[in-house]
């Protein structure tokens, strides 16, 4: 079956505990893409990758690193999480078509 | 600052009705153009995609492109209360894979 997955869905962590959120697709799609979505602000991308090793940043990427060492994958990385990183997550993949995966919820205490 | 623009809602309509979902964009050189359905707590899921001015048509969904008023809509015919959602517009950004979206038109439609 072709998707996206995302892990963790949920997860719940303290200021400045680094963390990463593993992103993966079975498409052999060349772009990936991470997004946050927030009540209010819609969603908001924070860095979109082209193909491996090529990455570039969307509207909001500071506080965020990304990697793309694999074509089927693409890790968030928060080195130094706060608390107004707490969103929804959503990693995408895409030829033309951007494909979601099922989300994650991240709070930040 | 390249922009999106929907009008937030909430859009009423009663079943049977058809819904008209529009969406303006700020980037003339924009080139594709994508309207997705999320429902509360799931990701958005890829409803149309069109390229290029006029109408597309897919079951009871149809997308409208005006690239010359840079405009986009979506007309949902013989509205659902499945259909009760809320519909994202997005935008190709440039290169491809950065995409950026309105903050969505919730729809309600009433049985």
């Known amino acids: 079956e072709a998707q996206v997955t995302q892990n963790p869905r949920y997860l719940i962590t303290v200021t400045g505990k680094k963390l990463t959120v593993t992103c993966s697709q079975n498409m052999n799609h060349e772009y990936m893409s991470w997004y946050r979505q927030d009540p209010g602000l819609g969603l908001r991308q924070i860095y979109y990758s082209m193909n491996v090793e090529v990455t570039d940043k969307g509207d909001v990427p500071e506080g965020y690193k990304v990697s793309r060492k694999e074509k089927r994958n693409f890790p968030l990385i928060l080195e130094s999480p706060s608390p107004n990183q707490t969103s929804l997550y959503f990693c995408?993949?895409?030829?033309?078509?951007?494909?979601f995966g099922p989300g994650t919820r991240l709070t930040v205490l | 600052q390249k922009e999106v623009e929907q009008n937030s809602g909430p859009l009423s309509v009663p079943e049977g009705a058809i819904a008209s979902l529009n969406c303006t964009y700020s980037?003339?050189?924009?080139?594709?153009f994508f309207w997705y359905r999320q429902y509360s707590g799931k990701s958005p899921e890829l409803i149309m995609s069109?390229?290029?001015?006029g109408d597309k048509e897919d079951g009871r969904f149809t997308a409208q492109l005006n690239k010359a008023s840079q405009y986009v809509s979506l007309l949902i015919r013989d509205s659902q209360p499945s259909d009760s959602a809320t519909y994202l517009c997005a935008v190709n950004g440039g290169s491809q894979g950065n995409l950026i979206f309105g903050k969505g038109t919730k729809l309600s439609v009433k049985p």
């Open positions: 069109i390229y290029s001015n």
């Open positions: 995408a993949s895409s030829w033309n078509e951007q494909f």
């Open positions: 980037d003339r050189v924009s080139q594709s």
